[in-house]
């Protein structure tokens, strides 16, 4: 089954064309990071503006590359929430009209399930069971990921997403937007010891997680270095910063894999680039015997190849919908408005 899939719910433009929820034929990504550097976060109406005059020519993009025509779409999956709504109701639109017009089934899929199946096209033996870690820029939570489209959350964020903290901080030490993997980068020409910095316990669930105090800390401390005239040792923070961010994710990753018996880990989200994460994660699984699953940092980030591969299962589910779609700026990984 040949599927188009479209992703415009944030910042990157992307359409893609994936087989089976398993092959990618082409992941066209149209990225609009340097439109917002200028402004130092994504401007939700400049985003919108920029998916309408992009979405229809990386349409016939992906299509061109990939050797096919219209007429061998057999459906269209689309990310319908959560996002900037105004971002997200261009794809969903769309992709109702590509459907409409084509006379194929529309496949509407939740953007972070499409996160957690960027896992499906990086390894093309993994099946549910497994827990995932999902980290990006909106979202971070535990996922027992039991079947392609039975969820249940395990813990996650009761404040900010990991993601908007290294954003943040990046941004108070002069970094561009998206400043993420700029930290990252600083971070591994750090000693992560200068600088003491929180690791927060949130609420009774102990999977749960709070960064909003670990990301005030340490930009008060910044804050009150430059007040003093005091030079910050950059990378020495940004290596202090990533500890404690991975300190939070990964004992929990852990624990929830533990608590559900799976043997099987993933990682999903932009912040699944973050190269402390990832080796915490390598060292946390062989020590515990369990199999770990991350996908390349190509396939971390929003694209739509994701979207693809999930929209595939989800289709097996039965769950299409017709002309009235409407898009949701947000609504839970299970469905359910929030
Ligand atoms: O999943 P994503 O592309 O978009 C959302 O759905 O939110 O995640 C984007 C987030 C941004 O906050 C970006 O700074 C972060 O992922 N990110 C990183 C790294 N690469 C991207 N954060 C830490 N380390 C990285 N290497
Ligand atoms: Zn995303």
């Known amino acids: 089954m040949m599927i188009l899939a479209v992703e415009s719910s944030c910042d990157e433009t992307a359409v893609a064309l994936v087989e089976d929820g398993r092959r990618v034929l082409t992941d066209c990504i149209a990225s609009q990071v340097d439109l917002h550097r200028i402004y130092g976060g ?28 219209r007429r061998d779409i057999d459906a269209i999956a689309v990310t319908y929430a959560p996002g900037l709504i105004g971002a997200v109701l261009v794809g969903v639109n769309f992709a109702k009209a590509a459907a ?107 999977l749960d997680m709070s960064f909003s105090g ?25 290596a202090g910063f990533s500890a404690a961010v991975s300190d939070t994710l990964v004992p929990r990753a852990m624990a929830a894999l533990a608590g559900t018996g799976y043997r099987k880990l993933a990682v999903a989200g932009g912040v699944a680039a973050n190269s402390r994460i990832r080796a915490d994660l390598t060292a946390a699984a062989r020590s515990a015997g369990a199999e770990l699953y991350m996908p390349p940092l190509s396939l971390c980030g929003d694209n739509g190849a994701m979207i693809g591969a999930q929209g595939y299962y989800e289709f097996l589910a039965g769950n299409v919908a017709d002309m009235t779609l409407n898009a949701y700026a947000t609504k839970s990984i299970l469905g359910e408005a929030l």
Do not use: W
């Open 214 to 238: 670990l990301k005030t800390a340490a930009i008060n401390l910044i804050h009150n270095a430059r007040q003093k005239g005091e030079e910050i040792v950059v990378e020495d923070l940004c």
């Open 100 to 206: 409409l017009a084509l006379g194929v089934p529309l496949i509407p899929v939740h953007h972070i399930r499409g996160h957690i199946a960027a896992n499906y096209l990086a390894y093309p033996a993994l099946e549910p069971p497994f827990v995932c870690l999902v980290v990006s820029g909106g979202h971070t939570m535990l996922v027992d990921v039991a079947g392609y489209t039975q969820m249940r959350i395990l813990g996650g964020t009761l404040d900010d997403a990991a993601g908007e903290c290294f954003d943040k901080v990046a941004r108070v030490l002069d970094m561009p937007y998206p400043g993420g993997a700029a930290l990252d980068r600083r971070a591994k020409l750090g000693h992560e010891g200068r600088y003491a910095l929180p690791r927060a316990r949130a609420g009774e669930n102990p």
């Open 42 to 69: 994504v401007v939700p109406e400049i985003a919108s503006r920029k998916h309408v005059e992009t979405i229809d020519s990386l349409a016939s993009q992906a299509l061109e590359q990939a050797g096919l025509t």
